[in-house]
């Protein structure tokens, strides 16, 4: 079977900001050293990479498992230590609006964490700790 490989080309753009492009789509991406609250900073998209794995692992197994869900709602939260830069941790709480059963959200979870391309490189070089819960009936 032959291997998936991705390719994405980043420029800068000015001292504010950069760009990365990939297939269609454009990012825009904060290098700014004083910080640019339009764009995602590298540890905001590390974050937003790792939440778009395990939502994208849920879209994977959810006809396998003919699994019914309404929606998913991905929460990361990372810690960065400075010497040396890293992410030192990182906290996720994957919010599932769905009738199915404990069981067969923990088998949910199960599958996010075994298949997650994202999830299994981020794994070794950090905590990676979290939890999948069912969405609250209200405010879901």
Known sequence: MAKLEFKVVSRRID???SEARCKAAQIDLD??????????????????ALSACMIKGIE?????????????EVRVHGV???VPPRMESIDYEIIVDTDESDRRLELLHEN?????????????????AGRLRRADAVGA
């Open 15 to 17: 001292a504010h900001r």
């Open 31 to 48: 290098t700014d050293l004083a910080g640019n609250p339009d764009a995602f900073n590298p540890a905001e998209l590390l974050l937003a």
């Open 60 to 72: 994977r197994v959810v006809p396998i498992l003919d699994f019914k869900l309404r929606g998913v």
């Open 80 to 82: 960065r230590q400075d």
């Open 112 to 128: 996010v964490r075994k298949f997650g391309t994202v999830f299994n490189t981020v794994a070794p070089g950090t905590t990676l």
